[in-house]
């Protein structure tokens, strides 16, 4: 597989009136072309600063790389200056963000925000931009797309809006689109819709996709493989049948458990208790530690790293090393562990 | 940091022992809570600008009082052959400025001793030999003195007006602002002219002058406001739990809309100390011998030339009390608007 | 947005004829009216007086005649100063000077006010942006009489740059005119534009920009700038009020033939027909000007001109 983008040891500090703001601890992943990577975790844990300190989108003057480097096509994304970034976004790497309401210039038409990119990052001339606007707005499923040129984002609904900005992304033909939780402000149904093209897309351009999101409904529906953050950093990677059926870090048990499903008959609703840890001053052991019955003794005094489970699988977890008991998972994560091949609890079939 | 390592590290015993933690731990709340009006004063500190404006403000008012009173003139006594004096302050004077210098013919002369003046006129006198330094502090004490009831009165018929308004709704709520819209419609100039002109001119005829349609800024702006919380969840969920109207105006409404009225009402002063110096010194103010920070200027204006610190004075004056409440109304406004949080 | 216009005029016409009546409840009763006090006139002018306005008539038909008249600009006639002309013409007369002063203060404040509002929300907590705040607060607070005083001290008297007090048809008179006109203006202007630009800058579609590709300069001005610029339109309204009060100082200070000249002198001399005549004329003046700010507002915000507003 070939690897588009690699994140190693990254470290993001903001420079705050409070104090020092540790966003991102050490997050280490990489992408490899054309698949689905989704990053899952809680708000604030994370996940939305990793990406856009990847399109250096966030303000320079109080968000700091402390350390680690954002290697894309032989170069590092941290050390270049804004000039030059310029160039990368929306031309190699494209964002969508999370409100359609919110993300489209209300006093612009849309044909001119759709050439935008086109004409900046190419060399064609206005009418041919336009034309391939019109290909663009087609592609995404917008029908009569020549009129809706002229139109303003305030006379679209949210999901039109939505295709459009997707749209936006797509035009220079990025080698990676981030989508910051693109249907969480959508209605469902309108979701499923939003996805599904987002799938076809990428077998159309064959981009490779960083899907940020809170849902587990989603992963299970567009990734291939799963990135789980927590506390600024990910605590398990690895494909999305293994993260889904199994699990290794506390974290994970927590918010699959937390997923209500037709299977859990008896069992209460798990709810993860207590809150994310304060970043101003994270805790120098495991994060999550604070949260879970899985508690150990060296959770409290150092950082766990990572173990690997398989090739493609690995969790940031003491309850992986060799000397660590072995602890029973929430009752639904064993019934999911019965369906994996390798897991402790397999039964045989198939996932 | 985490890294993928091949190594497994070694660890002492006993380190992976279970231990039960107390989740409640976790949701400590890590800073003091903090009510909104702390939270407002902590901002309204931290704003270098509005903190010295309070001050600077605090001064002027205390000389207000204590200007005419420390003073050996009474403001309004004329000593004739005292006329047009520049200041002259006794330690200053050293420094070269302040020091009884004007020009009388072009040339630079100590008028002080030219007159035979032995008595020290801090911020000198005017055409009619009248200490200016009384003058300009009894000056101040009715300017302000108008503004505050002007503001004061606005504040009350625009609250009880807007808040009815707002809160009622429906056909009540049309009515009054159909009202409210052909009022804002008169410019206010217009409508403080012609009163100005059934009245006679004194500080009655001001104060009524600028309330008359000065309230319908504040009762917009706290419409606004209860329209605007009313209908929020906290005050269904009050309202669910049993709070009666009162307790919900008093209790839910009220530090919302506070906010909103202490804002504007910092900016309805300096309005209303800029109106009475407009119309004073376009002759609707105050009449002679009647002193206030617009007639001041006016007379000032009139010796430009000659005696340019009898305009001086209370024209720094003026601009000092304007800008001082506008930084602190800007503070104030960033301070109780919890939206702009750091 | 016809139906909005339309409800706008109906309020206009309402507060206009609302002011009208009391203006003419004013002539009626103010001792120093010429109807009020016809007794007090000479013969002559009696007769002026008295063929003009109908004195003779009853009421209801006066206030008749004077709605009617003010309807086709008739503004009635001055006896003190001018001797039974039709203070319509005396004001139209007056008109060109006080419209170049407030125009070109208008101007000046406006467009620098946005130059300094920019550079002040695009450096923001510089030197820039915190010399661009003082600035506009000192504008916003120093009365445009203060203003025009020290004009005219320092430039006028003392380093001889301008004419003190002249008004030779040209530019060099209007000049520190419109100057101190301009100085609210420009304040308002920079305050809001720099709120204005700050808070755009914040929006998604920013970020969105900047995620496309969009460089510094590209984002301020093609993206940001519009829809910071279009909210300002509600303030030309206060600018406009402005204006117009400073004029009435600043025309007396500079001696300049205007109509704010002409109203206080009148105010001074008790010329009630002037009076009232010219307080008309202002509140047609800035009520239109609302309207259109109104209306204007409408035009250029694609989301009120288009599918109503509605998103």
Redesign the interface.
């Known amino acids: 597989m070939e690897k588009i983008l690699q994140v190693k040891?990254l470290?993001l500090s903001f420079n705050?009136?409070?104090g020092e703001v540790k966003a991102i601890?050490?997050v280490?992943f990489d992408l490899n072309k054309g698949e689905t990577l989704a990053i899952v975790g809680e708000s604030g844990s994370g996940k939305s600063v990793t990406t856009k300190s990847i399109?250096r989108?966030l303000p320079e003057s109080s968000a700091e790389f402390k350390n680690g480097e954002i290697l894309f096509g032989g170069r590092d994304l941290t050390k270049l200056s804004?000039?030059e970034m310029?160039?990368?976004?929306?031309?190699e790497i494209?964002?969508i963000?999370q409100?359609p309401?919110?993300?489209?210039?209300?006093?612009?038409p849309i044909g001119r925000q759709l050439t935008?990119?086109l004409l900046?990052?190419q060399k064609i001339s206005k009418n041919e931009a336009k034309k391939v606007a019109i290909d663009l707005l087609r592609m995404v499923g917008m029908p009569k797309p020549e009129l809706r040129m002229k139109?303003?984002p305030?006379?679209f609904s949210g999901g039109q809006r939505q295709r459009i900005?997707i749209a936006?992304?797509l035009a220079c033909n990025p080698k990676i689109l981030i989508a910051d939780e693109p249907t969480t402000a959508l209605d469902v149904t309108i979701q499923a819709q939003i996805l599904e093209l987002m799938k076809d897309l990428q077998k159309k351009i064959d981009t490779s996709i960083i899907f940020i999101t809170h849902d587990l409904g989603v992963v299970a529906n567009v990734a291939d493989r799963v990135a789980v953050m927590y506390g600024g950093?990910?605590v398990e990677i690895g494909t999305v049948d293994e993260i889904f059926y199994n699990p290794q870090h506390p974290y994970t048990w927590g918010l699959l458990s937390s997923m209500p499903s037709l299977d859990t008959e008896d069992a209460k609703l798990y709810a993860i208790?207590?809150?994310p840890p304060?970043l101003l001053d994270p805790p120098k052991g495991d994060a999550f530690?604070?949260?879970?019955?899985?508690?150990?003794?060296?959770?409290?005094?150092?950082?766990?790293?990572?173990f690997?489970v398989s090739d493609t699988h690995?969790a940031?977890t003491?309850l992986l090393?060799?000397?660590?008991?072995q602890?029973e998972p929430p009752l639904t994560v064993i019934e999911r562990m019965k369906k994996f091949p390798g897991s402790r609890y397999y039964e045989g079939g198939a996932v | 940091?985490?890294?993928?390592?091949d190594k497994?590290?070694e660890?002492p015993k006993?380190?992976?022992?279970?231990?039960?933690?107390d989740?409640?731990?976790?949701?400590r709340i890590?800073k003091p809570s903090v009510s909104f009006w702390q939270d407002a004063w902590y901002r309204i500190r931290k704003n270098k600008g509005a903190l010295f404006s309070i001050v600077l403000f605090g001064l002027i008012v205390i000389m207000a009082f204590l200007g005419p009173v420390i003073s050996p003139y009474a403001p309004n006594a004329q000593t004739i052959t005292h006329a047009n004096l520049p200041p002259k302050i006794p330690v200053i004077e050293k420094l070269g400025i302040l020091d009884g210098v004007g020009t009388l013919g072009g040339k630079e002369v100590d008028l002080y001793e030219m007159k035979n003046v032995e008595v020290n006129y801090w911020f000198g006198t005017d055409g009619l030999g009248r200490d200016m330094f009384s003058r300009v502090w009894k000056g101040t004490q009715v300017s302000l003195f108008i503004a505050f009831v002007a503001a004061a009165i606005d504040m009350l018929i625009g609250v009880i007006y807007g808040g009815i308004s707002g809160y009622f709704g429906g056909r009540v709520d049309d009515f009054m602002q159909r009202v409210v819209e052909i009022l804002t419609g008169i410019p206010n100039l217009v409508v403080v002219i012609l009163f100005i002109l059934i009245m006679d001119p004194g500080i009655l005829a001001i104060i009524i002058a600028l309330t008359i349609t000065g309230w319908t800024g504040m009762s917009r702006v706290v419409r606004g406001q209860v329209l605007k919380y009313k209908s929020q969840e906290f005050v269904l969920a009050a309202r669910t739990l049993g709070a009666s109207d009162t307790r919900i105006i008093w209790k839910h409404l009220m530090p919302n809309v506070l906010g909103v009225i202490i804002i504007n009402t910092m900016f309805t002063i300096p309005s209303a100390i800029f109106f009475e110096a407009f119309l004073s010194f376009i002759g609707l103010g105050l009449q002679a011998p009647d002193a206030s920070l617009g007639t001041l200027i006016n007379d000032g204006y009139a010796l430009i030339q000659f005696a340019p610190h009898i305009l001086a004075f209370p024209a720094i004056l003026l601009s000092l009390i304007m800008i001082a409440f506008n930084l602190i109304g800007d503070g104030l406004r960033d301070a109780l608007d919890p939206k702009m949080k750091? | 947005m016809g139906k909005y216009i339309g409800k706008r005029l109906i309020y206009m016409v309402i507060t206009l004829a609302l002011i009208a009546t009391f203006t003419f409840f004013l002539m009626n009763v103010l001792p120093g009216s010429p109807i009020a006090s016809a007794d007090k006139l000479t013969p002559d002018q009696r007769a002026v007086v008295e063929a003009r306005y109908g004195l003779d008539k009853p009421l209801p038909v006066q206030y008749f005649d004077y709605m009617f008249g003010l309807v086709q600009g008739d503004l009635g006639i001055s006896i003190n100063q001018f001797k039974g002309a039709d203070v319509t013409d005396v004001i139209l007369s007056r008109m060109g000077p006080s419209a170049q002063i407030g125009f070109q203060g208008m101007l000046i404040g406006t467009v620098l006010g946005i130059l300094l509002g920019m550079v002040a929300a695009l450096r923001q907590n510089t030197w820039m942006d915190y010399t661009s705040t003082f600035i506009a607060i000192v504008g916003i607070s120093i009365p445009s009489f203060v203003f025009a005083s020290l004009l005219q001290y320092w430039f006028g008297l003392k380093w001889e740059l301008f004419p003190v007090a002249l008004w030779k048809d040209g530019f060099m008179s209007s000049v520190l005119p419109s100057i101190a006109l301009a100085m609210f203006p420009l304040a308002t202007a920079a305050r809001f534009i720099r709120t204005e630009m700050i808070e755009v800058l914040g929006?998604?579609?920013i970020?969105?920009?900047?995620?496309?590709?969009?460089?510094?300069s590209e984002i301020a001005f093609k993206?940001a700038f519009?829809?910071a610029l279009?909210p300002l339109i509600t303030v030309l309204g206060p600018m406009a009020v402005s204006i117009l009060t400073g004029s009435l100082v600043v025309e007396q200070i500079f001696a300049i033939p205007g109509i704010g000249e002409q109203f206080v002198k009148s105010i001074m001399v008790s010329d009630f027909s002037i009076i009232m005549g010219t307080t008309i004329f202002f509140s047609v003046f800035l009520i239109v000007i609302i309207l259109l700010v109104d209306i204007l507002y409408g035009v250029i915000?694609?989301?009120i001109r288009?599918?109503g507003g509605?998103?």
């Open positions: 040891n470290e705050t009136q409070g601890r050490g280490n399109m989108l804004d000039k310029q160039k990368i976004r929306g031309k494209s964002m963000f409100d309401m919110t993300s489209l210039n209300p006093t612009m935008e990119p900046k990052h139109q303003y305030h006379q900005v936006i992304s950093k990910i208790p207590g809150t304060d530690a604070l949260r879970s019955e899985y508690a150990l003794k060296i959770d409290m005094e150092q950082n766990p790293p990572f690997k690995s940031a003491w090393h060799p000397d660590a008991p602890v | 940091m985490t890294q993928k390592i497994i590290p660890l006993g380190s992976f022992e279970r231990i039960t933690l989740a409640h731990q976790a949701e890590t750091d | 929006s998604d579609y970020t969105l920009a900047k995620a496309k590709g969009a460089s510094g993206h519009r829809n279009i915000d694609p989301r288009l599918s509605k998103s």
